[in-house]
Structure formats: C-alpha cells, structure tokens
C-alpha cells in the first residue's frame, strides 16, 4: 500500500510569485485535504477535495485555490505569495465517505520558503 | 475557536516511564479524535482514534482516554522509549460538518536515556 506523497519536499519563492503544491493520495483514497502548518504551530485546515469538487474550506483567502483529479491526486496553488505563507504545507488523503472516513493520513509536506 | 499554540509545552520522561499527554479540545459537538505524532521535518504520523461513543481505546503500547464533560482527552504511552521523542498532537472533527481536523497546540515529549 502507497502512503501519500508530496512534492516537492523544499521550495523558495519570493514575495509576488505564484506555487504550485502537489499530492498523491494513499492507495484507495477519494479524499484529500491540504493544511497549513507555521512553525510551531498545529496544523490549520486550508480545504478539502471530495470526487474533484472542493468539499469545505478553511478560513484562507481566494489566493489558495486548489484542484483534485480523476485519479485522486491534487495540487494546491498559492498566488501572490506574501511572507507570512511561509510553512509546511501537509496533504492528509482519507476515505471518502466510507467507513472511518474521518481517519486522515498525512504526507511528508511542502516546505515552502517566501522570501 | 481554533487552536494556535505558539508556545510548546515540553513533557520530560525517563526512558522506561509511562507518559501521559493531555489535550483539552474545543468544541462539544466534535465526534471523533485522532492523536498524532510528528517528528522534527515530517509530516504528522496517525496514532490512534477514538470515537466519541467510547471513553478509551489502546492500541499497541498506547491508550487514549475521552472525558466529553470537560472536553479531555489524554494519550498514555508505557515503557516510553527514544524512538517516542516526537510533538504529539490531538485533532477533533465535528460531527455532521465535512472532514475537517481542528489540532491542538501540541506537546513536546522528551525521552532522556
């Protein structure tokens, strides 16, 4: 069984630019979320995939935007990066709406450097 | 509201001693918990759940405990070892809402030899 996969594992970027973050979900999972994580900090809910339609959404601004694909895999875009997007971005794929549904796994993450 | 920890607590174990982490978590209509460990540049690793039906659950070396009237839920880990030094963090989902996590503010276990 495939765990979830992120890439890439590092990026810098400076104030302005645009990224794209990109997550392969654990073998068999419908679902995928994305969180940001600031150091030292939990984990806060960006938003989440659910059959390629965003199911819910954190409270982030419209410059995160994201998109889910048929194969389950699913990228998060962050437009005019500011410094305070700093942080390690984690993609957490679940089963949709079988049972444990509600049991997330977590890739390695993103850590993304806004200079 | 949602949890922003900016300061970690440390707890500080003996390797051998039982450890306990406890977590007050925020809102009374959550359902179901998940403890998680990460380690220092990794993503957050599952340990074990429990829902909220139930007041205790044990996994393989671990147990978690739920007391819904004030809202804790503690994760005991026996015979703690190296290996375990980690931030340990409890998330809660909402019952009815989608599948989102609310994560606490985590611990910082700390294992000496």
């Known amino acids: 069984e495939t765990g979830v996969t992120q890439s890439p594992t590092h990026l810098i970027k400076t104030r302005g630019q645009q990224v794209t973050l990109r997550c392969s979900s654990q073998s068999g999972h419908n679902t995928v979320s994305w969180y940001q994580q600031a150091l030292g900090q939990g984990p806060q809910f960006i938003f989440q995939y659910y059959r390629e339609e965003e199911n819910g959404r954190g409270n982030f601004p419209p410059r995160f935007s994201g998109l889910q694909f048929p194969n389950y895999s699913s990228e998060l875009n962050v437009n005019a990066l500011e410094l305070d997007d700093s942080a390690l971005y984690l993609c957490?794929?679940?089963?949709?709406?079988?049972?444990?549904?509600?049991?997330?796994?977590f890739g390695p993450g993103t850590r993304l450097t806004v200079l | 509201g949602e949890s922003v920890g900016l300061h970690l607590p440390t707890l500080s174990v003996q390797e051998g001693d039982n450890s306990i982490i406890n977590c007050a978590y925020s809102n009374s209509a959550s359902d179901y918990f998940i403890w998680y460990k990460q380690e220092s540049g990794k993503g957050p690793q599952f340990i074990i759940d429990?829902?909220?039906?139930?007041d205790k659950r044990q996994g393989q070396r671990v147990t978690v405990l739920l007391n819904k009237t004030v809202k804790h839920l503690s994760l005991q880990i026996a015979a703690t070892q190296p290996g375990d030094s980690a931030v340990y963090f409890c998330?809660?989902?909402?019952?009815?809402?989608?599948?989102?996590?609310?994560f606490g503010a985590g611990t910082r276990l700390a294992v000496h030899p």
């Open positions: 429990i829902r909220s039906n139930m």
């Open positions: 998330a809660e989902n909402i019952s009815g809402g989608y599948n989102k996590l609310i």
């Open positions: 957490a794929s679940s089963l949709g709406m079988e049972r444990d549904y509600k049991k997330q796994f």
